[in-house]
């Protein structure tokens, strides 16, 4: 009696049945990630970046060194797909580089504007402008945005939608000169506001006043029409705000729009800023 050899596979059929299985294990090791664990769950080891980019992102607080101060209105943050951060401090306008990679955003080589600025916005400025440089670990969670420097501080932020110029109360936060931004007149923060109808009207307060006027745009001006107000005796700050106002309100004008802040600039270069509700807006000059 015989007994029938066991039939070996040829050579190139044992090879093309090791392609499959090369690339089975190939996609499992890429799938593990990087303290070894397995990917059984579907993630994997090249995480996507945190979806940042292209929002405008509000400061709420800054913690540093343990303490947590609330933000002024109008810090905020926005990083673009073309690897640019710009913002303001609270005071401060600023641009820097900036890198998205996975969960870490790091910002470098900023530049930022020259306002002098009181406090508490000072102390405020100082400690975003320290903890938001580098490398920050972001977290995100429910429209909130966490950012935590190498060296433990916390910049916490929230995303904030545009505001449209009509139906919208500006309020006035600093006067132009040229392309520099003083302070309101003191204690005439906060006081004067203007809304724009869908109907062509402007009606607010000129700091004590009530007044209304008519308004047209086109592209990147504005026509404001006659002013009328009231006629109420004013301290001498509030008249040196309205007086201040009313110069800029004189026909035609250039305005732009950026997000929750507007810029009113008359031809001789006076003007103001306003900020929508949450916001405020300052100018000058940029420094390295």
């Known amino acids: 009696m015989t007994t029938k050899q066991k039939k070996q596979p040829h050579p190139a059929r044992a090879a093309a049945a090791l392609v499959p299985l090369l690339a089975l294990a190939l996609a499992a090791c890429g ?13 994997s080891s090249v995480r996507p970046d945190v979806p940042v980019t292209g929002v405008h992102w509000t400061v709420e607080s800054v913690t540093a060194d343990g303490r947590k101060t609330a933000a002024p209105a109008g810090a905020h943050v926005t990083i673009d797909a073309k690897g640019r951060a710009q913002g303001n401090f609270g005071c401060n306008h600023f641009s820097a580089k900036a890198a998205v990679e996975g969960d870490t955003v790091t ?22 402008k320290t903890a938001l440089t580098g490398k920050l670990k972001a977290e995100l969670n429910d429209g909130a945005l966490t950012l935590t420097s190498t060296g433990g501080d916390t910049i916490r932020l929230s995303e904030q939608p545009p505001a449209p110029l009509e139906g919208t109360k500006w309020t006035v936060n600093s006067l132009l000169a040229g392309r520099t931004a003083t302070s309101l007149p003191a204690g005439t923060e906060g006081k004067a506001s203007l809304v724009f109808g869908k109907d062509g009207s402007v009606r607010g307060n ?3 006043n009530q007044f209304s006027t008519t308004v047209t745009t086109e592209g990147s001006t504005m026509t404001f029409g006659r002013v009328t107000s009231t006629r109420k005796l004013c301290a001498a700050p509030q008249m040196e705000l309205e007086r201040a ?16 802040s507007l810029t009113v600039t008359a031809p001789d270069t006076s003007g103001f800023v306003a900020g929508a509700p949450g916001e405020q807006a300052a100018q000058g000059h940029p420094k390295k």
Do not use: I, N, W
């Not at 799938?31 to 993630?43: C, E, I, M, V, Y």
């Not at 910002?107 to 975003?128: K, V, W």
């Not at 800029?248 to 732009?256: E, L, P, Q, R, S």
């Open 206 to 208: 000129l700091g004590c």
């Open 31 to 43: 799938t593990q990630t990087k303290d070894g664990s397995g990917a059984g769950d579907g993630s």
């Open 107 to 128: 910002l470098t080589d900023a530049t930022m504007t020259e306002m002098g600025c009181p406090e508490p916005h000072q102390g405020f400025e100082d400690a975003l």
């Open 245 to 260: 106002l009313l110069e800029v309100m004189k026909g035609k004008v250039t305005y732009a729009l950026d997000h929750r």
